[in-house]
């Protein structure tokens, strides 16, 4: 019986060390002067040391229908569109901030839909884990400001209100995929 208890207990620490986890969060978001509207981020966390990641994704509906911004120019891994995705994570007690690349695609759900990313490779320093870090136990707000890449110089700037649960989720959530500390 012993060897079947370790046996089960030597699978769960295997399955708690390579666990993913997803938090999903609505928030609001405008380009410009446009009308506010909903809008979706995804964080989420694969542990697995050989091809997990760090994922920060904004979801903006209808896009491809409303053609308001310049989202072709972040369409794919290998869009030219440079350093132009701001996020900003606000506590009462500091902001940490970072300037990145995002990338992106139109995806089918919701329909028209095109979802901006920044990803990294798990357990890897990287913007997106520099970010992620400074979650911790306090209520904050997550502003992603996002330039485009045109001649229209449109901004789109999202806004997600966290309490303090949300916020220990998206630490948790994220914790297995942050980089080692020595």
Request: hydrophobic share 35%; charged share 25%; glycine share 8%.
């Amino acid at each position: 019986m012993k060897m079947y208890t370790w046996a089960i207990v030597a699978l769960l620490l295997t399955t708690l060390a390579h666990a993913d986890g997803d938090v999903r969060k609505t928030g609001t978001m405008k380009i410009d002067s446009g009308a506010e509207r909903p809008t979706t981020l995804h964080v989420g966390c694969s542990s697995d040391p050989d091809g997990g990641a760090l994922v920060i994704e904004l979801t903006v509906a209808d896009a491809y229908t409303k053609k308001d911004f310049g989202y072709d120019d972040f369409e794919g891994p290998d869009a030219h569109a440079g350093a132009l995705s701001r996020l900003d994570w606000i506590t009462a007690a500091r902001t940490t901030s970072i300037t990145t690349t995002a990338s992106g695609s139109y995806i089918p759900e919701p329909p028209d839909a095109f979802q901006f990313g920044i990803d990294a490779r798990s357990r890897q320093p990287s913007k997106g884990a520099t970010l992620l870090a400074a979650f911790g136990d306090q209520p904050g707000k997550l502003v992603w400001t996002q330039s485009s890449d045109d001649k229209s110089r449109r901004t789109l700037i999202a806004t997600f209100d966290f309490d303090a649960s949300e916020t220990k989720r998206v630490h948790d959530v994220t914790s297995a995929c942050q980089p080692k500390t020595k």
